[in-house]
C-alpha cells in the first residue's frame, strides 16, 4: 500500500458554504455556457457532445445528422438495469459517423484535386480489437469498401474472419513467420485481397518460399523507414532507429530479390507509418513528401506499383485547442486528406506515372470518440476549515497571532497576510518538536492555517493576475476525489504516458463546480491517480468540481477512450474490466445493443491462476477449525462464508 488512503475509510468531508445564507432564492449565477468554456466540451467533443438547459452532458451520437440523448438520464437508466458502475459506454453510431467522414473527406479531396484514383481505408485493429467494434466497423465500412488491418497473427485471425466485404483490403504487417504468411496469402482463396507488407528483410524469402509452395502469386507491400520523423509520444515509430520498416538500400535489396525470383510485379504498395496521434500537419506533409518519392521511384525501377498506404497517425484534438500541442493537432481530417491526395498526385504527375490507390490506416481518429467511461466518486478527503473559535486568554500568543491574521484578511494585504500564516505554522512545528506545545493548541493553530488559506483562495479567485507566490496555494488546498475506477485498467496511457483525456461531471453543470481537485482511484497505487487535466493552454493540474451532496451520486465521464485504452489496462490489485454496452440511437429514444457484464471476482482470480472454489473451501476448512476452537461462532462463520462466496461472482469494482 502506497501513500494514498483508503477511499473506504473516508468520511466525506466537505467544507460548508459558509457564505449562503439558508434564506436566500435560489438564482443559479452559473450558467450551462460557463460550463461549456471550462470544460471545453465545444472545442473536444462538437459535434457529439453538448450540455443541455438541466446542466446534463448529452450525446448526438450521428453527429449533425440529428438525434440526441442525455448521457445522466442513460446512466440511470442502466443503474436500474442492474449494470453498476463504472460503465463503459459505446456508441456505435458515433463510430458509423467517424467513417462516413473520414471517407467523405477523401472523396471531397479526391473530387477538388481530380485525383484519378481511389481512397480504400483500413481499420488498424490494434486500435481496439473488441469483437463488437469491429463487427461494426467492417459493416459500416461496407458501402466504401472499407477493409482491415493487422499487426499480428492473432489480428490476422480476426480480420480474415471478420472481413467480408468484397474488395476491401486486408493489410497484413507485423513480424511474420511461415504461418503468418502462408494463412495471409491462403486468405486470397477465400475472396480476400490480402497486401502482404514486407518490414524485415528475412520476409521475403520465407514469402517467396510460400508463393512457390502454395502456387499463390500474393500482393506485396514494404513498410518504408522514412527520414521524416514523428514528433510526440509516438514519434519514434520512423526514422532510422525505428523497429518496424526497411531502409532505403534494404527496399532495393527486396526489390532485387524479387526481381531474381520473377515476383517483382507482385511488389505493389508502398507503406509507411511515422507514429500515433502525429500533431502537426507539417510533419504529415514532409513524410508524404519522402514517401511519395519513394513510391514513384519504386514504379521507375519496375515495381508494379497500385497502393500507397500512409499509416496511421491522423490525430484527436483531446483538449480542443486545435494546436499541435500533443493532446492536440493543428488540422482537420480534411485538411489531412486534401494533402495525402495532393502531394501524392504532384509526385506521380512530375513523372508521368497513373496515381495509387490510397490507403489510410486510421485508428485512433476513427475509435476514439464512440466510447465514454462513466464512473462515480465515493468520497472526498479536503482540508477542512471551519469558522474559527476566537481565542482565550489563556491561547498561545502563536494562536492569538495567527487568529488577528485570520481577521484582517482582505483583498488588499492577502498576500501579506499568507506570508504571515505561513511563518506562524513553521514556528509552531518547531515549538511542538521542542515540547512548549500541546497536541491541541498544535491542533488549533493548523485549523486556523487552513481556515486563513482558505479565506485568502476566496479572495485571490476574485483577482485576475494571481502573485507567483500564491500560485501553489489552490494546489495545497485542492481536494482529493476517490472514483469507483482502476485507471491502470480503464485510462492506462494516462497512468503510462500522461496521455490527456477530458474529464468531467455529467451533470450539475449549471452549478458553479466550486472545488479544486485532483482524482484518485481504487489501487492502491499511489499512482493510481489523475491530476493532468486538459486546458486551453498547456495543461491544469487540479480539475473544477461540485461539492458532493450527501446521499446523491456524482458522476463524472471520461471522453474519447475508444482508441488503445480497453486492451491495454490491466488488472492492477485484481480491478477487472469494466460493464460495456453498446447504444444505438432509435427514432424513439435508444437502444441497448450488446451489454458485455464487466469482470466477477471469480473471473479475475482465475487469471492469475486461483479456482474460486478452491479458495472457497479453504475458508471453509479453516472455519470449520477454527469453530472447534471457539475462536468463531457459528452465526460469525456463516456470514463469512456467504460474504466470501457472493464477492466471487460479483464485480470487482465498489457498489
Ligand atoms: C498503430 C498503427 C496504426 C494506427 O495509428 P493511429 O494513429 O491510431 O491511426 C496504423 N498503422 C500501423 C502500422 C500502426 O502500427
Not at 500541442?325 to 485538411?335: D, G, V
Not at 506515372?353 to 490510397?358: D, E, H, Q
Not at 482502476?486 to 500522461?498: L, T
Not at 487535466?533 to 451520486?553: A, C, M, N, Y
Amino acid at each position: 500500500m502506497n501513500a494514498a488512503p483508503s477511499p473506504l475509510d473516508l468520511q466525506s468531508a466537505r467544507r460548508p458554504r459558509s457564505a449562503k445564507p439558508a434564506a436566500e432564492p435560489i438564482v443559479p449565477r452559473w450558467t450551462i455556457e460557463q460550463s461549456e468554456e471550462l470544460y471545453r466540451i465545444n472545442g473536444w467533443g462538437d459535434p457529439y457532445f453538448s450540455i443541455n438547459a438541466a446542466g446534463h452532458v448529452t450525446v448526438s451520437p450521428k453527429g449533425d445528422r440529428g438525434g440526441s440523448l442525455d448521457l445522466y438520464e442513460l446512466v440511470e437508466a442502466l443503474k436500474q438495469r442492474g449494470l453498476p458502475l463504472p460503465i463503459l459506454i459505446r456508441f456505435s453510431d458515433i463510430l458509423e459517423d467517424r467513417l462516413e467522414r473520414l471517407t467523405s473527406c477523401f472523396a471531397k479531396a479526391i473530387a477538388r484535386y481530380s485525383y484519378q484514383g481511389s481512397y480504400r481505408g483500413v481499420f488498424p485493429v490494434k486500435c481496439n480489437q473488441e469483437r463488437h467494434l469491429v463487427e461494426d466497423l467492417v459493416r459500416f465500412g461496407k458501402p466504401h469498401q472499407f477493409g482491415l488491418e493487422a499487426g499480428s497473427k492473432p489480428e490476422l485471425m480476426i480480420a480474415l474472419a471478420t472481413l467480408n466485404t468484397p474488395g476491401a483490403l486486408l493489410i497484413c504487417n507485423g513480424y511474420k513467420d511461415r504461418s503468418y504468411i502462408e494463412t495471409a496469402m491462403l486468405g486470397q482463396r477465400l475472396g480476400h485481397t490480402p497486401i502482404i507488407v514486407l518490414e524485415q528483410l528475412e520476409e521475403v524469402s520465407l514469402m517467396i518460399e510460400a508463393s512457390r509452395r502454395l502456387g499463390i502469386q500474393p500482393i506485396l507491400g514494404v513498410r518504408a523507414k522514412l527520414t521524416t520523423k514523428g514528433v510526440g509520444r509516438w514519434g519514434n515509430s520512423a526514422g532510422d532507429r525505428a523497429k518496424f520498416g526497411l531502409r532505403i538500400p534494404e527496399i532495393l535489396a527486396v526489390v532485387e530479390q524479387l526481381h531474381q525470383a520473377e515476383m517483382l510485379s507482385c511488389l505493389q504498395l508502398l507503406h509507411f507509418h511515422i507514429g500515433s496521434q502525429i500533431s502537426s500537419i507539417s510533419v504529415i506533409k514532409d513524410a508524404l513528401r519522402e514517401a511519395s518519392q519513394i513510391y514513384v521511384e519504386l514504379a521507375s525501377l519496375g515495381a508494379n506499383m497500385q497502393y500507397l498506404d500512409v499509416g496511421g497517425g491522423l490525430g484527436v484534438d483531446y483538449d480542443g485547442s486545435k494546436t499541435n500541442f500533443h493532446a492536440s493537432k493543428n488540422y482537420s481530417i480534411q485538411n489531412y486528406a486534401n494533402d495525402v491526395v495532393a502531394e501524392v498526385k504532384e509526385a506521380c504527375a512530375a513523372r508521368g506515372l497513373s496515381v495509387p490507390t490510397l490507403i489510410s490506416e486510421s485508428g485512433r481518429a476513427l475509435a476514439s470518440h464512440q466510447s465514454v467511461l462513466i464512473f462515480d466518486v465515493l468520497g472526498t478527503s479536503e482540508v477542512r476549515s471551519t469558522e474559527p473559535a476566537p481565542p482565550s486568554e489563556t491561547d498561545h500568543a502563536i494562536i492569538r497571532e495567527l487568529y488577528d491574521t485570520y481577521q484582517s484578511i482582505s483583498i488588499s494585504n492577502y498576500q501579506e497576510a499568507f506570508h504571515d500564516a505561513e511563518q506562524f505554522k513553521g514556528e509552531v512545528t518547531s515549538l511542538f518538536n521542542f515540547g512548549y506545545l500541546s497536541l491541541s493548541e498544535r491542533a488549533k493553530v493548523e485549523n486556523l492555517f487552513w481556515a486563513c488559506c482558505a479565506k485568502i483562495i476566496e479572495v485571490v479567485r476574485q483577482e485576475d493576475y494571481v502573485p507567483d507566490d500564491l500560485e501553489d496555494l489552490e494546489k495545497i488546498m485542492a481536494s482529493i476525489y476517490y472514483i469507483n475506477l482502476s485507471v491502470f485498467q480503464s485510462a492506462p496511457d494516462s497512468w503510462a504516458i500522461d496521455q490527456l483525456f477530458p474529464i468531467m461531471p455529467i451533470h450539475r453543470l449549471n452549478e458553479e463546480p466550486t472545488q479544486r481537485a485532483t482524482l484518485a482511484d481504487l489501487t492502491c497505487d499511489s499512482d493510481g491517480k489523475i491530476d493532468q487535466f486538459i486546458d486551453l493552454r498547456d495543461v491544469k493540474d487540479l480539475l473544477e468540481l461540485h461539492p458532493l451532496q450527501s446521499g446523491q451520486p456524482y458522476y463524472l465521464g471520461m471522453f474519447l477512450t475508444g482508441a488503445y485504452q480497453e486492451i491495454m489496462g490491466n488488472l492492477h490489485n485484481l480491478f477487472g474490466d469494466t460493464n460495456t454496452v453498446h447504444i444505438h440511437l432509435t427514432p424513439k429514444g435508444y437502444q441497448i445493443e450488446h451489454v458485455v457484464k464487466g469482470d466477477t471476482m471469480r473471473e479475475v482470480l482465475s487469471y492469475v491462476q486461483y479456482d474460486a472454489d478452491d479458495l472457497t473451501e479453504q475458508i471453509r476448512r479453516r472455519s470449520e477449525t477454527a469453530l472447534q476452537e471457539k475462536h468463531i461462532t457459528l452465526k460469525e462463520a456463516r456470514l463469512l462464508l456467504q460474504n466470501y462466496s457472493e464477492s466471487l461472482s460479483r464485480y470487482t469494482y465498489l457498489s
